[in-house]
């Protein structure tokens, strides 16, 4: 005999065995899409100190003891992590896009221009001159953001000068001189002064974010950061960290009266990694990447009888991980010259040589050996890789731990991501 069930009987047999399927679902589908390996860290933090070789860092006569020893005893010392070029930006650009250099971007874009492009390579390289890149150049956060991830960029400075940049999102106006390009001292009118460098905040040189409302919402001052670590909800799972011209090491000595170089990189990291590894995002699944953007090793030819005198830098420019220079760049090596200066503030130099001609050379295409340390939970304390990796490197390794394609010369054919060498305890 067939049971009738009353309508309000059958709706709440329905619900019940809804939520008996759905409970059943989640189970299930929790078992079988467990994280393992790399991919359970869910919050990555770089943070990008300037121009040091690998020797002065983590030699016995370092100027920053704290990162050389104390945090390379908490977690990895790679040692052979190698810049992809000279002199800064170029490398900025490699690790969140994997784009190679311009001319322009390998001279540091001194007028923040648009992008000519005319075209692409089959691995992914955009073809043209000049810095900002067309909007169908991806980057990490666009990456990030289609697979519904989230990123910050932190920049320490950024708008304490508002008629330079902006305090969110902070860049020239296009197809002008950057102003960012030399620090400013402290003043009446500005009394913090502003060493904010735009060459340093590689979200800047693409039109898919600065043309994104999410620019001024993700590219913000190194100050939100400690309020955005407050718990695991409001950190972001990738965050670019950017001290300002002072405080990465740039500068020696600083417009604020700071000694700048190693010293000062040294006393930022000091205020500013306990407070990232005791928040509770790091704490649960969180990696920390403290990188250098390129090596500033050159070696020095002085020729006394030009008029002015010349003071030639070579940097060797040497690569790791069949680095490729991209279809943009002429032959090398390359010079140029950047102005006359005083001798005087050249170490080494006697005063009595009066005005210089500076010039450099570029050997070749690289960033030399500059080093990294990375700290995590899976990472055991102490850890030394002699693997080599570079900032392409880098960018597919966050691409691998959220589970993303790789872009530009992050794909490129048998470069290695991060591996068992550094992740030493997963």
């Not at 309508?7 to 409970?23: E, M, N, Q, R, S």
């Not at 070789?53 to 920053?64: H, I, L, P, Q, V």
């Not at 990456?143 to 330079?164: C, H, I, V």
């Not at 009266?257 to 990189?265: D, F, K, M």
Request: hydrophobic share 35%; net charge negative.
């Amino acid at each position: 005999m067939a049971v009738r069930f009353s309508g309000k009987v059958w709706a709440l047999f329905a619900t019940l065995f809804a939520a008996l399927c759905a409970a059943l679902f989640v189970s299930a589908c929790g078992s079988s899409t467990a994280l393992t390996g790399q991919q359970q860290i869910r919050h990555v933090f770089v943070i990008t100190l300037e121009n040091e070789n690998y020797a002065t860092t983590f030699g016995s006569s370092t100027k920053a003891p704290y990162l050389a020893q104390t945090l390379a005893a908490q977690g990895a010392l790679v040692q052979n992590y190698y810049g992809t070029g000279h002199v800064s930006l170029d490398n900025y650009i490699s690790m969140l896009s994997g784009q190679a250099p311009t001319p322009q971007t390998d001279n540091d874009c001194t007028t923040y221009e648009d992008y000519n492009m005319s075209g692409t390579t089959s691995d992914g390289q955009a073809i043209g001159t000049g810095c900002v890149f067309p909007a169908s150049v991806k980057t990490l956060p666009d990456q990030l953001k289609a697979a519904g991830f989230t990123w910050k960029g932190y920049e320490e400075d950024m708008g304490n000068d508002p008629s330079r940049e902006a305090a969110t999102c902070g860049h020239p106006t296009l197809n002008t001189t950057d102003l960012t390009q030399e620090a400013e001292a402290p003043s009446a009118a500005v009394p913090l002064g502003d060493q904010y460098a735009t060459r340093h905040d590689p979200f800047m040189y693409f039109h898919s974010i600065i043309d994104s409302s999410d620019c001024q919402t993700n590219v913000v001052g190194l100050n939100n950061l400690q309020n955005d670590l407050q718990s695991v909800a409001t950190t972001a799972n990738f965050n670019f960290i950017t001290p300002n011209l002072c405080d990465d090491g740039h500068d020696s000595p600083c417009v604020n009266g700071q000694p700048g170089g190693l010293t000062s990189a040294n006393t930022f990291l000091q205020k500013w990694v306990p407070i990232i590894t005791s928040s509770a995002a790091f704490k649960q699944d969180g990696l920390l990447i403290i990188n250098f953007d390129e090596s500033s090793y050159a070696s020095e030819s002085l020729n006394t009888s030009s008029k002015p005198p010349t003071l030639t830098l070579t940097y060797s420019g040497s690569t790791c991980c069949s680095e490729q220079p991209g279809p943009n760049l002429a032959a090398f090596p390359q010079s140029s010259a950047y102005g006359t200066l005083p001798a005087s503030s050249i170490p080494g130099l006697p005063s009595s040589l009066g005005t210089i001609s500076l010039v450099m050379t570029k050997a070749n295409y690289g960033g030399d050996q500059t080093g990294a340390v990375m700290i995590s939970k899976f990472i055991k304390p102490g850890t030394v890789s002699t693997a080599q990796y570079n900032h392409y490197s880098m960018l597919k390794s966050i691409e691998d731990i959220f589970g993303l394609g790789h872009l530009g010369y992050a794909g490129q054919t048998g470069l290695v991501g991060f591996g068992n060498d550094i992740f030493t305890n997963l």
